[in-house]
């Protein structure tokens, strides 16, 4: 039933959701928007996209679904622009990765009858940098795609049917889907995925400070300092947003993770320190 | 001009140097010893050894080269008996991964005319399991080799024709070979290898807390996640005793890492965010 699906935002997940799209065997039309035209021009080429629009809110109108793939304010901003345009006859997705002021707008905003629908998703997948031309048509293979959907709104039996068909495109491009509450998203995610990335963010920046004007030591640390430091790479015109829609609760995990740092710190030389590494141990088994 | 190499310690590292000698061509005999027989026999049947010793200390003696592949503590330990035993025929060497001790050791014991010749290394390679069945030829291709040996050294013309001997079949192993001083070693080290195995280890131990009854949870994080906790695996048994001989550079470090995650902790909605992913991404590019 999705003959025509706009991407507003085509850069790494924009142009590989239409890759993976693709690969998955959907047949109907896909039209791209991008802030840069050159980001919608390299999606297009790639076969991401089967067309380029000029005006993303009339090419969201012209569409069954309507994929958000741009940073969380600018899914804010869209959705403010969108719920005045759309009827009950679309239904709007996303990617952002906190989820709980989306699912308050769209709350807010759509899903009710007479309004589009709007399903607030989160892929748990990604690269330490973005781009169309990074797109990937396997970036979701094996991947988890969170959903904090909410089982109180009430929707037409039509935009029902469209979130059960996104849905199954989505496990078409390979993902798991899980459903979260959305504060239980975003308290997940933060420990998850928000912790590691600032971890990695701090990590690389004392580096930089402490050996990087002596690029040849760098090699010294192996693969093990490739990879805790791999995300730092990440541009912070995507984690501004994170940080600002999800402080709270990373402010306790990186509150915790300094705790547990200045313990291992002062046991080094004692028996305290075994208990770190076993639990460690224990959570790559488990 | 070597003939026959014992490896005292048939662990990961001893293995893998083992099969790495082999497969750069070395022709000689290579005796192995494992304080843990079935790690040895492990060794044996890889191709990595081709005997095993009863007793370390006369396979030493037998051998003109005697690579010390054990824990910091052992390596210590045998370097006091093996002094007793050995002559200017003959080389040590060892992988421990602090330096300020063992080379103050060798010093002390060995690189004297009348003495056996120590030239203490450091290949910066590892996995984050251990034991001789995960043994790899190619563990320490395009990795860095640390040595820390000190030029103030006398050696008869034997034991620097044995030190060049072994670097050449270091370099074959595909390794490239860097020169350090032991104190400035440990204090690299510390921030390359040893702060990011601490943070792993906490970060690991903290989300065992977390998420740990969850094991479904842990698929959310994806591959950054695996990344950043996956020498949250690395045992206690080797880094107690790194943590011991290395304590003070390590402090220091950890302390640092703890103030700059405090600092993004602070600032997640400040522009001081801003400068800490453009410094990290420096380190990626760097």
């Not at 970036?139 to 996104?166: C, I, M, Q, Y």
């Amino acid at each position: 039933m999705i003959e025509r699906i706009a991407i507003l935002g085509t850069g790494l997940l924009g142009t590989s959701v239409g890759l993976a799209l693709r690969a998955a065997g959907f047949r109907g039309s896909i039209v791209g928007w991008n802030r840069s035209a050159e980001g919608a021009q390299v999606a297009l080429s790639m076969g991401a996209i089967d067309s380029i629009a000029a005006d993303p809110l009339q090419a969201a109108r012209e569409s069954q679904v309507v994929l958000l793939a741009v940073p969380i304010y600018a899914t804010l901003d869209f959705m403010e622009k969108l719920a005045g345009v759309l009827g009950p006859e679309h239904l709007v997705t996303d990617v952002g990765s906190t989820k709980g002021r989306i699912t308050a707008d769209a709350g807010r905003l759509f899903n009710r009858p007479d309004c589009a629908a709007f399903l607030p998703g989160h892929p748990m997948a990604g690269k330490e940098r973005g781009g169309a031309a990074l797109g990937d048509a396997n970036l979701f293979r094996g991947a988890v795609w969170l959903f904090t959907d909410n089982p109180a709104w009430e929707r037409s039996a039509h935009a029902a049917a469209l979130v059960k068909a996104w849905r199954e495109l989505v496990a078409a491009m390979g993902s798991k889907t899980i459903d979260l509450d959305p504060a239980r998203h975003d308290e997940l995610v933060a420990w998850v995925s928000h912790l590691p990335q600032f971890v990695a963010t701090a990590l690389s920046a004392l580096l930089q400070e402490q050996v990087g004007d002596a690029p040849e030591l760098k090699d010294v640390g192996g693969r093990g300092l490739r990879e805790m430091t791999r995300l730092g790479a990440s541009p912070y015109s995507m984690w501004r947003d994170i940080a600002a829609t999800n402080t709270e609760a990373v402010q306790a995990a990186l509150l915790a993770l300094e705790q547990r740092l200045a313990h291992i710190r002062e046991n080094l030389r004692t028996p305290e320190l075994r208990d770190e590494f076993e639990k460690a141990n224990r959570f790559r088994r488990g």
